[in-house]
């Protein structure tokens, strides 16, 4: 295993497990799978990474499938045991968003449960050993594989960027453009320093989705790196000795990681409701 | 780290999952678990409503039962009083009757004597001519004595 099934080294072993199932147009204007690392850099913007899209639409329609199973035959008087474990998730995150989120709208905590259970089960993806289905797919003729979603800085940045285009799509509808707008312009520092003011709001409101999908992206990338680490150096043998502890501590890092995006963009949103 | 599509594709697959979150997963649980909350106070208001209702019942209870005992204690002490008037009645009609039989008996008893003594009386006289009779030794008129002796035996 220490060697990975694809490359001789170590190196090569790491980096196979750091590359995506890339689909996109190649240079030359045909449209087909990146065979190697450089094709995939050379697609630019028109590429599409398969493995991410299939892994992250495969647990939103877990999630979806599960809670729409347990909401359709719903019971008040005997819930099931799952019934109980989704009505719990459901009320702490209803919690979260009546706590923080004082505005009237409806589609907050909806918004929040959808992104804690997706990111939740695209991090749990982290869990399953490394090996798995990289190497089954492999087999199989596919030749590369990351199965962790929130580990691809595309994925995160298209959640975040989703959020930021609510926060800026609900402060232009309950503040106006010119609402808005001032709110970027005069503070700080009063109407005298407009030009600092602006900077510094600017700033701060685009450091909202990057630093929302940075610190995901960060957590899960370096959890899945190590993983790729204790497997491509330590003998096969001794690799429990590490992989479990990280992986008992890295329970507890996918599901905090998940609460903090879904509380951050509750609190961003909730930002936007307000006015001054 | 190439940024490319994927991320339109994760943006617009978080807006899908959002909407149908919100319309097919949200509010049939909400709902659940808002009629349970209901379900729930509803059913302690009605647990504290018995339980006053309880209490009122059992102060009920207790008022009810010392009543009753003393009526019944009321009852009891009419009863003996009533048991006591009947002993003295029955008393004093025991007491009138035996005199009433006494007075009888003494007067039945006054009257045989009387009896006695007018019989006695008749016969004493009926001794007393034959005594006469004999002293005399011959017959009397006994028409012209039988007056005498009636006025004799009426003076006796």
Known sequence: MAAGSTSGTPAGYIQHHLYNLTYGRHPDGSWGLARSHHEAADMGFMAIHVDTMFWSLAMGALFLWLFRRVAVSISIESPSRLQSCIEAIVEMVDKSVKETFHGSNPLIAPLALTLFVWIFLMNFMDLIPVDFIPHATFLAGIPYMKVVPTADVNATFGMAFAVFFLMIYYSIKIKGLGGFGAELAFHPFGKALLPVNLVLELVSLFAKPLSLSLRLFGNLFAGELIFILIAALIPFWLQWALSVPWAIFHILVITLQAYIFMMLTIVYLSMSHQTH | ?156
């Open chain 2, 1 to 156: 780290m190439n940024i490319n599509l994927t991320l339109l594709g994760q943006a617009i697959s978080l807006f899908i999952f959002v909407w149908f979150c919100m319309k097919y997963v949200w509010p049939p649980i909400m709902n659940a678990l808002q009629e349970r909350e209901k379900r729930i106070a509803d059913g302690l208001a009605a647990a504290e409503a018995g339980q006053s209702k309880l209490m009122e019942a059992d102060q009920r209870l207790t008022d009810l039962v010392s009543e009753g005992k003393q009526q019944a204690s009321e009852i009891i002490a009419q009863a003996q009083k009533r048991g006591d008037e009947i002993m003295d009645e029955a008393k004093n009609a025991a007491k009138l009757e035996g005199k009433r039989l006494v007075d009888a008996a003494r007067a039945e008893i006054d009257r045989e004597r009387m009896q006695a003594r007018d019989q006695l009386k008749n016969e004493v006289a009926v001794l007393a001519l034959a005594g006469a009779e004999q002293v005399l030794m011959r017959e009397v008129d006994k028409n012209a004595h039988d007056e005498v002796l009636a006025k004799l035996s009426a003076g006796l």
